[in-house]
């Protein structure tokens, strides 16, 4: 790999297209992550959605097993657990064990969202009094503790055990789309993984905040800013822009509240919204090879991001396998 350059990962959603199962997705999502383990990405991370007709991703330490059993060289983790959502000692449990069968490969990835709307977050949660994320950050420190990184002289730690006798511990990464996220990981000192692809802005204030609050720690002397974008590359412009009009047709969807299957993309160049979605604000990169390395140069000399993580939404799976092929040669990784 080009010794200027950050390493390249994967963050992959199980997105379903129109017609397809969710078995399909899921076996997508296997098959991508096999293709770009022999490529030389770094970490293939999956999310936590719930209850969402177009995302097949819903348990992340189950899909997490079954890729890192399916994959040799890749880190495997979660973008991410979202922690409100589940007992601390549950998720503890959950990752010990996959450290266990896959040590040294195990990114346990963090978020405090629900990942989710309000009423399925309810149904998760048990309780109305959960609803909030006040607790995040001890909560975040208890998890922690049981894997082996104790911060404060009392936790969970003193009562309850992850698993009997650990011999290493997964990776853990504080996520986040806000400052306040990017606070926290700098105070404790944590790698910090930004939304980029969420389109939300912010993204250069957000690693200069976590820079500023930086704090050296027991896994880190110095900041690691990893920052996700959202990327389609194909062999021409043309077939690039092509291939990315599914994608701003589900944008359009999203923001106005609706969640659809990806439509082929002959379909998405006919659909009456178009236009529209075309006029909407977006970070996304799609374009030729070079086009989108310029695009991921650029976004790591304004952040100065440490590793980059790519999330690539395409009505087929081989024009995503095929950009990933593209994005790795033009990068310039180190295949295994």
């Given amino acids: 790999m080009t010794d200027s350059r950050p390493p390249l990962s994967v963050l992959d959603l199980s997105i379903l297209s129109r017609g397809r199962t969710s078995a399909e997705a899921l076996a997508e999502t296997t098959a991508l992550a096999q293709h770009v383990d022999r490529l030389g990405y770094r970490r293939f991370w999956v999310a936590e959605h719930h209850n969402m007709t177009t995302v097949a991703s819903t348990s992340p330490p189950v899909l997490i097993a079954h890729l890192a059993a399916r994959t040799e060289h890749l880190r495997v983790g979660s973008g991410g657990v ?9 998720v503890a449990e959950q990752f010990a064990v996959l450290e266990a069968l896959h040590p040294g490969r195990i990114d346990l990835g963090i978020g405090r969202a629900p990942g989710t709307g309000r009423a399925t977050a309810l149904a998760l949660r048990r309780s109305p009094d959960a ?7 001890r909560h975040l420190v208890d998890l922690m503790g049981m894997l082996g990184d104790r911060r404060s002289d009392h936790g969970m730690w003193e009562r309850f055990r992850a698993t009997p006798v650990a011999t290493s511990s997964p990776e853990i990464w504080l996520l986040g789309s806000s400052d306040y996220s990017a606070q926290l990981a700098g105070i404790l000192g944590l790698p910090f993984a930004f939304a980029h692809h969420f389109d939300m802005g912010g993204t250069v204030e957000a690693a200069h905040l976590y820079r500023s609050r930086f704090e050296p720690s027991p896994v880190l002397d110095e900041p690691h800013l990893l920052v996700t974008a959202s990327v389609i590359t194909a062999d021409t412009d043309d ?27 002959e379909e998405a160049n006919e659909h009456p919204d178009l236009a529209a979605a075309m006029q909407l604000r977006t970070d ?10 310029a695009g991921l140069e650029d976004l790591v000399a304004s952040t100065g991001a440490n590793e980059l993580m790519i999330s690539t939404s395409t009505y087929g799976l081989d024009a995503r396998l095929r950009s990933f092929e593209l994005l790795a040669e033009a990068w310039g990784l180190d295949a295994p």
Avoid: Y
Wanted: proline fraction near 15%; glycine fraction near 12%; hydrophobic fraction near 40%.
């Fill in 82 to 90: 979202m922690l409100p959502n589940h007992p601390t000692l549950v």
């Fill in 239 to 265: 077939e690039a822009q092509r291939q990315g009009l599914p994608g701003r047709i589900g944008l359009l969807a999203r923001r106005t509240g609706r969640f659809e299957p990806l439509m082929p993309p």
């Fill in 131 to 137: 609803l909030g994320a006040e607790d995040f950050p």
């Fill in 284 to 293: 996304r990169l799609v374009g030729d090879p070079a086009t989108v390395v």
